[in-house]
């Protein structure tokens, strides 16, 4: 069965501490791999969507990169406006166009 | 440029009663699908919707429905509300590439 897994739960950094946000997947035939941030209430909204083994995105302090087993979410001196749930998803398989989210990590970072 | 835009934000139905979301999806995007997003967890995949008809359907029961209009606008209908269905509705629609959802803010569902 499709799994997809995100470590750690939850996430407490200091501004300017940097660190990463892991997302491991089981599937058969990635399609895509997608990572959104979720602020409270509201709906996910896109940070970036990796393909293929060794692909790489960066967009401001976030980059997102991806392995053939996980990809990595690295927040490079994150500020308090960083603070949000972070959701990995990921398409496998062919003929289908269902999303797997993992449950997501609440990132807080302190002023 | 709109988004994807929901309605209504909230709501609070009763167990057994009927309930129906709305989404009208971003400008260019054709397909629509829909989301359960209970409280601490991730999304959860309902249905998709192209060409007015369900392409794929996730593991959730009869008593969901849904539909798409000639303008790419979607509903989803629950009947027989049940207390578990209370979470927060998301509608993702994406263009014909099909890479990668836009999502609503999401229709706040309250059973009580």
């Known amino acids: 069965e499709d799994q997809v897994t995100q470590s750690p739960e939850a996430l407490r950094l200091q501004e300017g501490e940097s660190s990463s946000l892991n997302c491991s997947y089981t599937?058969?035939?990635?399609?895509?791999l997608f990572w959104y941030r979720q602020d409270p209430g509201k709906g996910p909204e896109f940070l970036f969507t990796?393909?293929?083994a060794g692909e790489e995105k960066e967009k401001e302090r976030l980059k997102a990169t991806l392995t053939k087993k996980e990809s990595f979410l690295h927040i490079t001196a994150p500020k308090p406006e960083d603070s949000a749930t972070y959701l990995c998803a990921v398409q496998a398989g062919t003929g289908t166009y269902k999303y797997i989210f993992g449950t997501g990590t609440r990132l807080k970072v302190l002023a | 440029d709109a988004g994807v835009t929901q309605s209504p934000t909230h709501l609070i139905k009763t167990r057994g009663q009927q309930v129906t979301l709305r989404c009208s999806p971003k400008?260019?995007?054709?397909?629509v699908s829909w989301y359960q997003q209970a409280l601490g967890q991730g999304p959860q995949f309902i249905f998709q919707y192209y060409e007015e008809e369900e392409r794929q359907r996730g593991n959730f029961p009869d008593r969901f429905s849904g539909h798409q209009f000639p303008n790419y606008s979607s509903e989803l209908n629950v009947n027989a509300l049940l207390l578990g269905d209370s979470a927060l509705y998301l509608c993702?629609?994406?263009?014909?590439?099909?890479?990668?959802?836009?999502f609503g803010s999401g229709t706040r569902l309250t059973v009580v």
């Open positions: 990796l393909y293929s």
């Open positions: 993702a629609s994406s263009p014909p590439s099909l890479t990668g959802y836009t």
């Open positions: 599937v058969s035939g990635l399609r895509g």
């Open positions: 400008s260019g995007h054709d397909t």
